[in-house]
């Protein structure tokens, strides 16, 4: 995989040249996974809902409020998803102390930064995404944060990655997103975009 500037050079015949990037943030440029998992275990514990470390993960890149609504519907619950979506969330902003950058990633931005126009697009909340950033010292690598606050539709839906495009002003098939899970994925699919699965390059190791 190249980096930077020979991103945007490099083009296959009849497949336009790469001219952004959009990264997903959980799982991607931040290593957040595991805390959000805690995060949701201990919220919803309190309540008798029953939500597994597994499907946890295979429901990777769903927004809060969307599991929150399954959970309760599965339970039969009367409790209120956003209730549920406003406590998690406070538990996961407590937690966050101990979040790291995912190195492989944030060096593709690092090598990019500058060189072309790039986004985070994330199903995350722009109040729990925009502290980490800036606590990572990320924040201003980026010329946009696109959140589920600005969408009306979360992955797999492709609203957000058409949203960080539009902002960029850059034809979404001119967009590469780096994604981590399978809904990221097929929302970037269906924006038309082609995509790194960063799940792969992690366990290729840092291209060189």
Known sequence: MMHGIEEAEMTDAGIPAVR???????????????THYRAWHNTVTRYGLVFTEQRFYIRGGWSTRRIAEMLISEAGSTLSPARLVEE?????????????????VVDIARKTRGLL????????????????????KLSDWFD???????????KPAPDIFLEAARRLNVPPEQCRVYEDTDAGIEAAQRAGMPYVDVRQLLRLGTPT
């Open 117 to 136: 126009p790039m986004a985070v697009a994330t199903s995350g909340l722009r109040k729990i995404v925009q502290p980490i950033l800036e606590s990572l």
């Open 88 to 104: 998690k969330e406070a538990e996961f902003q407590r937690l966050t102390t101990h979040v790291q950058p995912i190195e492989p």
């Open 20 to 34: 952004a990037l959009i990264f997903d943030f959980d799982g991607t440029l931040a290593d957040t996974m595991p």
């Open 144 to 154: 946009t944060l696109v959140t589920a606050d600005d969408v009306v539709n979360a």
